[in-house]
């Protein structure tokens, strides 16, 4: 057995091992549905929902893809004129430290008042939320260029858009696909947050409605669900970052296999 296949094994054991821990505790403890359901119950309920679940899904899926392609252009903009840029650094960092230290709770009604409920503010807090990982680690990538590369490509003519394209964002990339795999996490963050708020539709509508009817299952099973689609997305962009930066990846990583 390799090694990447006993990582593999180890990690579908631990998964198996912590439900069927949970399945076993909630019976002998006699522990409430209302409190906490069983993982067969939520899986049940899982199932026998899911033609209801399946548009809440998709809007979920749709705003936070949506939000963290846009947060994903602004913060590669951002990102590479912070790391280019002293004077871009000093005035603009502090300013997005600020921004990024708001709890993003207390945006959702400023755009709930700007745009009305429904599936902008989602998107947009989606966006708001994930830009500023992808600004600091474009901009870090950017700093770490050694000095030697650039001045020797200055000494051949080359102009700083060339050794920004040739050298600069080749050497980012792999901060660039450390960012995307924690921001895509943050991104459901935000669409599911602006989702409980303000919206009547998507898994944190669901989640909410569940909640106040005292459907404790549901409300585990849209957790579930949003933890499977946040692992796909994270392993989509592992499998990306092995395919683009293998030269910057140890052959151990775990995020890639």
Same mark, same amino acid.
């Given at each position: 057995?390799?090694?990447?296949?006993?990582?593999?094994?180890?990690?579908?054991?631990?998964?198996?091992?912590?439900?069927?821990?949970?399945?076993?505790?909630?019976?002998?403890?006699?522990?409430?549905?209302?409190?906490?359901?069983?993982?067969?119950?939520?899986?049940?309920?899982?199932?026998?929902?899911?033609?209801?679940?399946?548009?809440?899904?998709?809007?979920?899926?749709?705003?936070?893809?949506?939000?963290?392609?846009?947060?994903?252009?602004?913060?590669?903009?951002?990102?590479?004129?912070?790391?280019?840029?002293?004077?871009?650094?000093?005035?603009?960092?502090?300013?997005?430290v600020g921004f990024s230290s708001i709890?993003?709770?207390?945006?959702? *009604?400023?755009?709930?008042?700007? $745009?009305?409920?429904?599936?902008?503010? =989602? !998107?947009?807090? +989606?966006? #708001?939320?994930? /830009?500023?990982?992808?600004?600091?680690?474009?901009?870090?990538?950017?700093?770490?260029?050694?000095?030697?590369?650039?001045?020797?490509?200055?000494?051949?003519?080359?102009?700083?858009?060339?050794?920004?394209?040739?050298?600069?964002? *080749?050497?980012?990339?792999?901060? $660039?696909?450390?960012?995307?795999?924690? =921001? !895509?996490?943050? +991104?459901? #963050?935000?669409? /599911?947050?602006?989702?409980?708020?303000?919206?009547?539709?998507?898994?944190?509508?669901?989640?909410?409605?569940a909640s106040s009817n005292f459907q404790?299952?549901?409300?585990?099973?849209?957790?579930?669900?949003?933890?499977?689609?946040?692992?796909?997305?994270?392993?989509? $962009?592992?499998?990306?970052?092995?395919?683009?930066?293998?030269? +910057?990846?140890?052959?151990?990583?775990?995020?890639?296999?």
């Amino acid at each position: 057995m390799t090694d990447k296949q006993r990582i593999r094994v180890l990690s579908t054991s631990l998964i198996i091992g912590f439900f069927l821990t949970w399945e076993v505790l909630c019976i002998v403890l006699n522990v409430s549905d209302l409190v906490l359901p069983r993982p067969s119950e939520i899986l049940v309920t899982m199932w026998t929902r899911f033609p209801v679940l399946w548009p809440h899904i998709l809007q979920t899926l749709y705003s936070t893809l949506i939000g963290f392609s846009l947060g994903v252009m602004i913060g590669v903009t951002l990102g590479v004129i912070v790391g280019t840029s002293k004077v871009a650094y000093a005035v603009a960092y502090p300013l997005l430290v600020g921004f990024s230290s708001i709890p993003k709770v207390a945006v959702v *009604p400023i755009f709930v008042l700007w $745009f009305g409920s429904g599936t902008t503010p =989602a !998107i947009l807090t +989606a966006m #708001v939320i994930c /830009v500023f990982p992808i600004v600091v680690n474009i901009a870090t990538g950017l700093a770490t260029t050694e000095p030697e590369l650039e001045d020797v490509l200055k000494t051949l003519g080359a102009s700083k858009s060339e050794i920004l394209w040739n050298v600069g964002l *080749p050497r980012a990339m792999p901060y $660039f696909f450390a960012s995307l795999k924690v =921001a !895509i996490t943050l +991104a459901f #963050v935000g669409a /599911v947050l602006s989702e409980t708020v303000a919206s009547n539709m998507g898994i944190g509508n669901v989640m909410m409605t569940a909640s106040s009817n005292f459907q404790v299952s549901l409300v585990f099973a849209g957790l579930i669900i949003l933890a499977l689609m946040g692992v796909a997305l994270y392993a989509l $962009f592992s499998w990306l970052e092995a395919r683009v930066t293998g030269w +910057a990846t140890r052959g151990n990583d775990i995020a890639i296999t």
